[in-house]
C-alpha cells in the first residue's frame, strides 16, 4: 500500500484526498513509467512487497 508520509513528491503528499484517491493515483503513476518505454524500462524496488506490486503491474515477456 503506498504511504503519504515517504513520498517525495509534495505535489502528492501534501494534496487534500482520501487514501483511495492516493493510492488510485500513485498506482496510475507506476504503470504509466511501466508502461511507456520504447525499448525497456528498468525500476529496482528495495523492498520486496514494492518488488510484488510493480510487478503484478505489468506483465512480464521473456524473449
Known amino acids: 500500500m503506498p504511504r503519504r508520509e515517504f513520498g517525495k513528491d509534495k505535489n502528492l503528499t501534501d494534496a487534500r484526498g482520501t487514501h483511495e484517491q492516493f493510492r488510485r493515483h500513485v498506482c496510475n503513476v507506476y504503470k504509466m513509467l511501466l508502461t511507456r ?26 524473449k
Open 37 to 62: 518505454g520504447l525499448r525497456r524500462v528498468v525500476i529496482y524496488a528495495v523492498d520486496p512487497e514494492t518488488r510484488e506490486f510493480l510487478a503484478g503491474l505489468v506483465k512480464l515477456e521473456k
